[in-house]
């Protein structure tokens, strides 16, 4: 059964920095490009980013591009979302996704929030 | 960006109808288009892709129809469980994005 399970969500400072991480399991993570989608009440879901199998791409939303980073470990399944310079509009459930060969996003976690707000 | 404009944004069936959903493409996307179910504080589950490819484990009561830059979503003989949220999604170029939703209430 695969799994994806984020952690890392909570309260930040705008301006401030958030690192969330996703753990990865039944499936061979090492074969599938993943991706971290944001969902808001007021702007819906939007992908944020995603990396290629072997991390050597990775691609951003203009939103969040020179702000944002993406990385994953294959050794240990796991998918991180480095997000720096956060502002009160990055506030959203944010889900890791597997992304299918195909393209779409066949798996999703549970979602962490990230709430930003002095 | 493509644009993706999904109609209606909310209806209510009852248990046993057949619903309809409409997403439109800004431009041609081919068939790289999948639609997502969301119950409240889940997170989207993936039901078709490729337009009309049931994801495994998804009832065939959902089907799924349409090429380039119009789709349907149709949901046959409703049970309780199918209200929720409906997303279109485009895979055709990057970003991929998202409809708005069609929320689907039961009567």
């Known amino acids: 059964e695969v799994q994806l399970l984020e952690s890392g969500g909570g309260l930040v400072r705008p301006g401030g920095s958030q690192r969330l991480s996703c753990a990865a399991s039944?499936?061979?993570?090492?074969?599938?490009?993943m991706a971290w989608v944001r969902q808001t009440p007021g702007k819906g879901l939007e992908w944020v980013a995603t990396i290629s199998r072997d991390a050597d791409s990775t691609y951003y939303a203009d939103s969040v591009v020179g702000r944002f980073t993406i990385s994953r470990d294959n050794s240990k399944s796991t998918v991180d979302l480095q997000m720096t310079s956060l502002r009160a509009d990055d506030t959203a459930i944010y889900y890791c996704?597997?992304?299918?060969?195909?393209?779409?996003?066949?798996?999703w976690g549970q979602g962490a929030l990230v709430t930003v707000s002095s | 960006d493509i644009q993706m404009t999904q109609s209606p944004s909310s209806l209510s069936a009852s248990v046993g109808d057949t619903v309809t959903i409409t997403c439109r493409a800004s431009?041609?996307?081919?068939?790289?288009l999948n639609w997502y179910q969301q119950i409240p504080g889940k997170a989207p589950r993936l039901l078709i892709y490729a337009a009309s490819t049931l994801q495994n484990g998804v009832p065939s009561r959902f089907t799924g129809s349409g090429s380039e830059t119009d789709f349907t979503l149709t949901i046959s003989s409703l049970h309780p469980e199918d209200f929720g949220t409906y997303y279109c999604?485009?895979?055709?170029?990057?970003?991929?994005?998202f409809g708005r939703g069609t929320k689907l209430e039961i009567k």
């Open positions: 039944g499936f061979t993570f090492s074969s599938y490009p």
């Open positions: 996704a597997k992304v299918d060969s195909t393209e779409p996003f066949d798996y």
């Open positions: 431009q041609t996307i081919t068939y790289y």
């Open positions: 999604q485009q895979s055709y170029s990057s970003p991929p994005t």
